[in-house]
C-alpha cells in the first residue's frame, strides 16, 4: 500500500459528460502530481500542485483541470469528455524535492 | 521542454538471459529514478541516482547514470518471470517529474 488513495476506481462514462477524480496523497506529502496513460502507453504528466499551488503544468488538456484543496487533497476534472480520454488516471505525491514518487493505484476512466 | 526516451519500447527474453534499458535525456538531469509497473499496476519506485556516474545495484539489478548526467541505464542479470512489466526512468527535479516512454519487458519461460 504506497498511501495514496485515489477513488474511484473504475469510472464509465458517456462522451460529453463531465468527471471529478479524487486523489488523497501520503500523509505529510505536499506534491501532488497527476498523470494520464493510455492503453499499452507511458506515462502522461498532466498537472502538478504543490501545498495548494500549481507548479508545473504538462500536456493538460483545457477541458481538464485540477486543484488542491487545504487538506491536500486534489481533484481532477475532466469535461466534455472524448472517447479518447479513456485511459487510466494516476495520481502521485511526494514529500518534495528530489524524493520518491507514490502512486495510487490509479482511476480507469472508461469514456463510450 | 524536457524528453525523456527510453530504448527498446519492448523487449522479449527468455528466461535466463540478460535485459538492458536505456534512458536519454535531452537536458541535463538533477537525479534519475526508476519505476516498475507490474501488468495491471502502478507504478512503484525502485531507485534513485544523483551523483554523475553512479553505480547501484539491487541483488540482479544494476542501475547507472551517466558521466553528462543526461543518460541512465538499468541492466537486469538472468531475468526471472517476476521481472515482468514496464520500466520507466524518470528525470526529476523539484518539480516537474518527467518520465521515460517505458520499456515493457516480456519474459518468456
Known amino acids: 500500500d504506497s498511501g495514496v488513495t485515489q477513488t474511484p476506481k473504475h469510472l464509465i462514462t458517456a462522451t460529453g459528460q463531465r468527471v471529478t477524480l479524487r486523489c488523497s496523497p501520503r500523509s505529510g506529502d505536499l506534491s501532488v502530481y497527476w498523470y494520464q496513460q493510455s492503453l499499452d502507453q507511458g506515462l502522461q504528466f498532466l498537472i502538478q500542485?504543490?501545498?495548494?499551488?500549481?507548479?508545473a503544468k504538462g500536456n493538460i488538456l483545457e477541458r481538464f483541470s485540477a486543484q488542491q484543496f487545504p487538506d491536500l487533497h486534489s481533484e481532477l476534472n475532466l469535461s466534455s469528455l472524448e472517447l479518447g480520454d479513456s485511459a487510466l488516471y494516476f495520481c502521485a505525491s511526494r514529500q518534495g524535492g528530489n524524493t520518491e514518487a507514490f502512486f495510487g493505484q490509479g482511476t480507469r476512466l472508461t469514456v463510450v | 521542454g524536457q524528453q525523456v526516451m527510453q530504448i527498446p519500447q519492448y523487449q522479449h527474453v527468455q528466461e535466463g538471459e540478460d535485459f538492458t534499458t536505456y534512458c536519454n535525456s535531452s537536458?541535463?538531469?538533477?537525479?534519475i529514478q526508476w519505476y516498475k509497473q507490474r501488468p495491471g499496476g502502478h507504478p512503484v519506485f525502485l531507485i534513485q541516482?544523483?551523483?554523475?556516474?553512479e553505480v547501484k545495484k539491487q541483488k540482479r539489478l544494476t542501475f547507472q547514470f551517466g558521466e553528462a548526467k543526461k543518460n541512465s541505464s538499468l541492466h537486469i542479470t538472468a531475468t526471472q518471470t517476476t521481472d515482468v512489466g514496464t520500466y520507466f526512468c524518470a528525470g526529476g527535479g523539484y518539480q516537474k517529474v518527467t518520465f521515460g516512454t517505458g520499456t515493457k519487458l516480456q519474459v518468456i519461460p
Open positions: 500542485y504543490y501545498n495548494g499551488e500549481e507548479r
Open positions: 541516482l544523483v551523483k554523475s556516474g
Open positions: 537536458t541535463t538531469l538533477s537525479n
